[in-house]
C-alpha cells in the first residue's frame, strides 16, 4: 500500500515552459514533504522542501505548492531547461521518523 | 566534504551468493538509511537506523536480507543467498537528528545472475 504516490510516470516539456510534477498522499499524520531529483547513476539530490504548515514553498525556478485538504502536492518548474531533465522523487515524512518516497517521474525537457 | 560512501559500485553476482554492501555516513550524522530503487516500485526503504540502533527494518523484503551498523561510520547490507530478483540498485543515505534532509550516496548497483 503506497502512501506517496506520483501517478505520472514520465512528463515531456519544451524548453521555456512549465513543468509541472505531481504527487498524492495518503497519510494524514506526514508533516513534512520534499522533492529529490535524481540522474542517472548518481544518487538522488535534494531539490525543495515545505512543512505541512505552509502552503507554498519557492526558490529560484522551482515552487512547491502543498494542498492539505486534498492530500496533494506539486514541484513547479519554470522555465524548464534541459539540465532539469531527470528522475523526480517526492517524499513525505512524519514527525521524527523515516521518509517515504514516491515511484519517481521521469521529466524529459525538449530543447 | 565528504558525502555518504557506497562501495562496491557495481556488483555481478551468481545466484546463491552471499552479496555484501557498504556504507559510510557522512559524519556527525545519526541517522543512517537504506533504500532500494527499482522500476516497478521505485525508492523503497529497507531499515533505518538511530544511533547504530535499527529502528524500523519492516521494509526488508525477507530474511535473506540483514543490515547491522556496529559503529557511528559504518553500516553493511548483506544479502544471503542472492537471487536474480535481488538486483536493483541500493542506495544508503544519512542526516543529522535535527535536520530535515538526507543524503543519498552514489548507490550500488547489484546485478544477480
Known amino acids: 500500500d503506497q502512501q506517496v504516490k506520483q501517478n505520472s510516470p514520465s512528463l515531456s516539456v519544451q524548453e521555456g515552459r512549465i513543468s509541472i510534477l505531481n504527487c498524492d498522499y495518503t497519510n494524514s499524520m506526514f508533516d513534512y514533504f520534499l522533492w529529490y531529483k535524481k540522474y542517472p547513476a548518481e544518487g538522488p539530490t535534494f531539490l525543495i522542501s515545505i512543512s505541512s504548515i505552509k502552503d507554498k514553498n519557492e526558490d529560484g525556478r522551482f515552487t512547491v505548492f502543498l494542498n492539505k485538504s486534498a492530500k496533494h502536492l506539486s514541484l513547479h518548474i519554470v522555465p524548464s531547461q534541459p539540465g532539469d531533465s531527470a528522475v523526480y522523487f517526492c517524499a513525505a515524512r512524519e514527525y521524527g521518523n523515516k521518509l517515504v518516497f514516491g515511484a519517481g517521474t521521469i521529466l524529459r525537457v525538449k530543447s | 566534504d565528504a558525502g555518504v560512501i557506497q562501495s562496491p559500485r557495481h556488483e555481478v553476482t551468481e545466484m546463491g551468493q552471499e552479496v555484501t554492501l557498504r556504507c559510510k555516513p557522512i559524519s556527525g550524522h545519526d541517522y543512517l538509511f537504506w533504500y532500494r530503487q527499482t522500476m516497478m516500485r521505485g525508492l523503497e526503504l529497507l531499515i533505518y537506523?538511530?544511533?547504530?540502533?535499527?529502528?524500523?527494518d519492516s521494509g526488508m523484503p525477507e530474511d535473506r536480507f540483514s543490515a547491522k551498523m556496529p559503529n557511528a561510520s559504518f553500516s553493511n547490507l548483506k544479502i544471503q543467498p542472492s537471487e536474480p530478483r535481488d538486483s536493483a540498485v541500493y542506495f544508503c543515505?544519512?542526516?543529522?537528528?535535527?535536520?530535515?534532509?538526507?543524503?543519498f550516496g552514489e548507490g550500488s548497483w547489484l546485478t544477480v545472475v
Open positions: 537506523f538511530n544511533n547504530n540502533v535499527p529502528i524500523d
Open positions: 543515505a544519512s542526516r543529522l537528528s535535527s535536520g530535515n534532509t538526507i543524503y
